[in-house]
């Protein structure tokens, strides 16, 4: 598929308030010889990362249902690969507002999600938000709706999770959800999202080596 999708595709548009899921493989065994932490203290490793896709994992390409596009950022396959390697879910956490405003359909979100997963490996879970601002929906970022759905899949602890964003949204949501967050500031990232942070990181495998190692008492910007 090229080309961007077409506007209007009214019948795309959402009729639940509730958010999109995609399953993935579980991805929760630990692999032969994996070096997993262990411990459930407040410095044990988390039961899942959560990533945000546009801006975090990808290039930023506003309302974009064309897979030939996607772009990882910078260390991205190796921060996502060191978070499998210990046998921990990773899943992506995304707001699609293009669905709602009439941009995107379904498909173009699949296949978007199918060329990251070609590009990054899979992803145990995805959990979608295809609403708008004005929709009232209870998953939205910053509501804490994608975090908790994610969480519900995977069957693991809300506050037992880190999320990994780009912007003050990202965040949001995992302090409403019970849940650490940690920023990746980007050119699009506002000074005072990053001032506001209470743990920021240079990069996405910074980030991770911050969520895994660093525990919930350190590495704090």
């Known amino acids: 598929m090229t080309g961007r999708p077409a506007a209007r595709d009214r019948g795309c ?10 399953d993935g493989p579980a991805l929760r065994r630990r692999p032969s010889g994996a070096e997993r932490p262990s411990g ?3 410095d ?7 990533f945000d896709r546009d801006g975090t994992l990808i290039a930023d390409v506003p309302y974009n249902g064309d897979p030939d596009l996607v772009a990882p950022l910078p260390t991205a396959r190796e921060a996502v690969a060191t978070v499998r390697a210990l046998g921990i879910p990773v899943g992506v956490l995304s707001n699609q507002s293009g669905v709602s405003r009439g941009l995107l359909t379904r498909r173009h979100v699949e296949a978007v999600r199918a060329r990251v997963e070609d590009l990054l490996g899979p ?3 995805w959990a979608i938000c295809p609403h708008g601002p004005d929709d009232g929906c209870v998953c939205r970022k910053p509501a804490p709706g994608l975090v908790h759905a994610a969480c519900r899949r995977l069957g693991v602890r809300p506050d037992r999770t880190v999320l990994i ?6 965040l949001g949501a995992a302090r409403a ?3 650490r967050g940690i920023l990746v500031p980007t050119a699009q990232t506002r000074p005072e999202e990053t001032a506001e942070a209470r743990e920021t990181a240079p990069d996405l495998l910074a980030a991770v080596r911050q969520a895994l190692w660093a525990g919930r008492t350190g590495a704090a910007r």
């Open 44 to 50: 044990a490793p988390p039961e899942a990362v959560f």
């Open 177 to 179: 959800a019970g849940a």
């Open 13 to 22: 548009a959402p009729s639940v308030p509730y958010p999109w899921l995609i």
């Open 123 to 125: 992803f145990a879970v």
């Open 165 to 170: 964003g780009d912007i003050a949204a990202d």
């Open 40 to 42: 459930a203290g407040p």
